[in-house]
T-cell receptor
Framework: KQEVTQIPAALSVPEGENLVLNCSFTDSAIYNLQWFRQDPGKGLTSLLLIQSSQREQTSGRLNASLDKSSGRSTLYIAASQPGDSATYLCAVRPSDSSYKLIFGSGTRLLVRP | SQTIHQWPATLVQPVGSPLSLECTVEGTSNPNLYWYRQAAGRGLQLLFY??????ISSEVPQNLSASRPQDRQFILSSKKLLLSDSGFYLC???????????FGPGTRLLVL
């Protein structure tokens, strides 16, 4: 059974710092991995999607990497800003499912001014 | 552009009462639709998935049910709510053959 874990559960950093959020999954048979952002009391917004054949994806100050064989992904945020404060969730789509995403419990990020 | 709506935004219901949450999508046709539940401090749990009108797949056995009476309408229901049904309910859609899911604003349900 696929399980997705995100550590740490919460992170507080000063503005301007570069930071890394971690995601691990137990079964390497995935089709893709996605990173989402969730603001308090709101829905999710898709940030980056990495196909299983890819190693990384970049969007602005965000860079996501994928090491499928070791079951790990990282989300790198450069030059963090207070507006980056949110919960970040990763999710994997198993290879044997055309629709299902399995989510981690998220990392709650606070960027202090 | 596409828009997804959910209502109500917040709901407080007594144990044993019925439930009806509605999700509608605008600006697209034949979307794949999802219902998720998010418990406090937890990830999202997929509840139901639909590829078309009247086609519902259930992921977790429970006292909830879903229906899709129209192409862009997805309804989550219960005949009798339990305390454990409390949570944040999210609806999402995506186009068939694509990967990105787009989420609604969510409904916060508190069962007392």
């Amino acid at each position: 059974k696929q399980e997705v874990t995100q550590i740490p559960a919460a992170l507080s950093v000063p503005e301007g710092e570069n930071l890394v959020l971690n995601c691990s999954f137990t079964d390497s048979a995935i089709y893709n991995l996605q990173w989402f952002r969730q603001d308090p009391g709101k829905g999710l917004t898709s940030l980056l999607l990495i196909q299983s054949s890819q190693r990384e994806q970049t969007s602005g100050r965000l860079n996501a990497s994928l090491d499928k064989s070791s079951g790990r992904s990282t989300l790198y945020i450069a030059a963090s800003q207070p507006g980056d404060s949110a919960t970040y969730l990763c999710a994997v789509r198993p290879s044997d499912s055309s629709y299902k995403l399995i989510f981690g419990s998220g990392t709650r990020l606070l960027v202090r001014p | 552009s596409q828009t997804i709506h959910q209502w109500p935004a917040t709901l407080v219901q007594p144990v044993g009462s019925p439930l009806s949450l509605e999700c509608t999508v605008e600006g697209t046709s034949n979307p794949n639709l999802y219902w998720y539940r998010q418990a406090a401090g937890r990830g999202l749990q997929l509840l139901f998935y639909s590829v078309g009108i009247g086609q519902i797949s259930s992921e977790v056995p429970q006292n909830l049910s879903a229906s899709r009476p129209q192409d862009r309408q997805f309804i989550l229901s219960s005949k009798k709510l339990l305390l454990s049904d409390s949570g944040f309910y999210l609806c999402a859609w995506k186009l068939a053959g694509t990967e990105t899911q787009y989420f609604g604003p969510g409904t916060r349900l508190l069962v007392l």
